[in-house]
């Protein structure tokens, strides 16, 4: 792997829009940076970037070393250990059980699961066990559980609990949403016109449409992008919740 002019251009941009260091973590990962170097004890962004200038820092230009150094050194403060109340003994014991399977889809297995503290039924997914030893797939798990979970929008389903299974396998919470795919409400809305014509029906797509624009906005504000959006992938409610 060598930097290119664009992408130190690139890097250059997220330091000085003072990024998330999920950003710049996102932003080498996707240029084919390998993570599997980087120091475990620590944060995955903070250590990622830390051997990504051991490794690189001789191809950058003097003044983007710099800056990523003291952009570094922000993000070791901003991660330093929480200081845990000795009075406070958490359990272990996981309160979800799971009652019934919905989909696989990319390194993930999503569950339909019941949370027995708060009384509700939520989504559990968890890394396929085709992946579990593989610690690259674990930590874009487990990232994008922690991307997803600091994203906090009405229109982007909010992540609940991120935890490990026995097999010290990753898996994480989010709200159920029961109803349909912006796909099925499309094709149901263009099947009803063909019979009878409404306006009010196609102006309900349009509402649906303007409101992933306002999550997809708001990611983009947080210096992330979404890369599988498509109609099928949009969750519409029961009671009008767009996610």
């Given at each position: 792997?060598?930097?290119?002019?664009?992408q130190?251009?690139?890097?250059?941009?997220l330091i000085?829009n003072?990024a998330?260091?999920d950003?710049?973590?996102?932003?080498?990962?996707?240029?084919?940076?390998?993570s599997?170097s980087?120091?475990?004890?620590t944060?995955?962004?903070?250590?990622?970037l830390?051997?990504?200038?051991?490794?690189?820092g001789?191809?950058?230009?003097?003044?983007l070393?710099?800056?990523?150094n003291?952009?570094?050194?922000?993000?070791?403060r901003n991660?330093?250990p929480?200081?845990l109340?000795?009075e406070?003994t958490?359990?272990?014991?996981d309160?979800h059980?799971?009652?019934s399977?919905?989909?696989?889809?990319g390194?993930?297995r999503?569950?339909?699961?019941?949370?027995?503290?708060?009384?509700?039924?939520v989504v559990l997914?968890?890394?396929?066990?085709?992946?579990?030893?593989s610690?690259?797939a674990?930590d874009?798990?487990?990232?994008e559980?922690?991307l997803?979970g600091?994203?906090q929008h009405p229109?982007i389903i909010?992540?609940?609990?991120?935890n490990w299974d026995?097999?010290?396998?990753?898996f994480y919470?989010?709200k159920y949403i029961r109803?349909?795919?912006?796909?099925?409400r499309?094709a149901?809305?263009?099947?009803?016109l063909?019979d009878q014509p409404?306006?009010a029906?196609l102006?309900?797509?349009i509402?649906y449409?303007?409101?992933?624009?306002?999550?997809?906005a708001?990611a983009?504000?947080?210096?992330l992008?979404h890369?599988?959006?498509?109609?099928e992938n949009?969750?519409?409610?029961e009671?009008?919740?767009?996610?």
């Amino acid at each position: 792997m060598s930097i290119t002019a664009d992408q130190q251009k690139r890097l250059s941009q997220l330091i000085a829009n003072d990024a998330s260091l999920d950003a710049v973590e996102a932003a080498l990962q996707d240029w084919g940076y390998d993570s599997s170097s980087a120091d475990e004890s620590t944060p995955t962004g903070v250590s990622l970037l830390q051997s990504f200038l051991q490794a690189y820092g001789s191809e950058l230009a003097p003044p983007l070393v710099q800056d990523l150094n003291a952009y570094l050194g922000n993000q070791i403060r901003n991660h330093a250990p929480v200081v845990l109340n000795p009075e406070l003994t958490p359990s272990n014991e996981d309160p979800h059980n799971i009652t019934s399977f919905l989909a696989d889809g990319g390194i993930g297995r999503v569950w339909l699961a019941q949370d027995n503290q708060v009384q509700r039924e939520v989504v559990l997914k968890q890394l396929l066990p085709a992946h579990k030893e593989s610690h690259g797939a674990r930590d874009r798990f487990v990232h994008e559980a922690q991307l997803t979970g600091r994203l906090q929008h009405p229109n982007i389903i909010p992540v609940y609990s991120m935890n490990w299974d026995n097999d010290e396998s990753p898996f994480y919470t989010m709200k159920y949403i029961r109803g349909d795919t912006l796909a099925e409400r499309i094709a149901q809305t263009h099947s009803n016109l063909a019979d009878q014509p409404c306006i009010a029906d196609l102006a309900l797509l349009i509402d649906y449409f303007i409101a992933v624009c306002q999550a997809i906005a708001y990611a983009h504000e947080q210096s992330l992008i979404h890369r599988d959006l498509k109609p099928e992938n949009i969750a519409i409610g029961e009671f009008g919740e767009v996610t």
